[in-house]
């Protein structure tokens, strides 16, 4: 894998906020290496090591989306949910940030009948047909369609499994990443202070609380992917 310059900078990772960890109390000691100091009962993180695995990562994807791979991001807690969805949107990627339905991977064919259901109730919608129906029916259908919309609205265009999952806050999101474990699916983990780092194949310590720094995060992952995709539209 090549290495590029993704221009990530220490100062502006710590004007995001990016080093603020969890309180000292609420670690994991397999983040000790990862964290440089404690600061009013928090744990401050290594911005040197953060900066060295998003650079790995920017890497992987720009690499995997020269090649055409898709892939799917996952946050689903509110102060994630908005920058997945714009990040997602903005790299061509599939995503999740409402709520994880446990199995939506391990168990891709019930996924996939939601997804073709999805696909004939918006069709039907689009056409009037859902207007036509007697009141009781049409309200059925209709709410329906707004929870799959909900929960799936993401990866409706989504036809398999992804090749590389990306992550924000392992904690949260820990039914997806077994998931992906499970299925040898690649991860990009997005960790705070109270996670193993050992889980995902490149793990981000970062502040997974502040709005700021996951934005910054998943800026700079999304730009490695627009550039990847980029280079495979150039060389196809």
């Known amino acids: 894998m090549t290495r590029r310059y993704w221009n990530i900078n220490l100062e502006e990772m710590m004007e995001s906020g990016v080093h603020f960890g969890h309180g ?9 290496p990862y964290i440089s100091a404690k600061r009013k009962g928090i744990h401050i993180t290594n911005l040197t090591r953060t900066a060295r ?7 992987l994807v720009f690499d995997a989306a020269s090649r055409g791979k898709q892939f799917l991001i996952v946050g689903t807690k509110n102060k994630a949910a908005d920058s997945v969805a714009w990040a997602a949107i903005r790299a061509r990627c599939h995503y999740v940030n409402k709520k994880w339905l446990g199995g939506m991977l391990t168990n891709w064919s019930t996924t996939e009948t939601r997804l073709h259901k999805f696909k004939d109730l918006r069709m039907e919608q689009k056409t009037g047909r859902l207007n036509r129906l007697p009141k009781r029916d049409a309200a059925m259908f209709k709410r329906q369609l707004s929870r ?6 993401g990866i409706k265009y989504m036809t398999g499994l992804p090749d590389i ?3 924000v806050d392992q904690h949260e999101e820990y039914t997806a990443l077994r998931e992906c474990i499970t299925l040898g699916i690649p991860t990009i983990c997005l960790i705070d202070t109270n996670c193993d780092p050992d889980l995902a194949d490149i793990s981000i310590p970062a502040n997974d609380d ?6 910054l995060i998943l800026n700079k992952l999304v730009f490695a992917i627009c550039e990847g ?3 495979y539209i150039r060389n196809p």
């Open 210 to 215: 502040a709005i700021s720094s996951i934005r």
């Open 148 to 153: 799959l919309q909900t929960y799936l609205g």
């Open 53 to 59: 695995f998003l650079s790995e990562a920017c890497d």
């Open 229 to 231: 995709r980029s280079s």
């Open 165 to 167: 999952v990306i992550i």
């Open 24 to 32: 000292t109390r609420k670690w994991s000691p397999k983040m000790g």
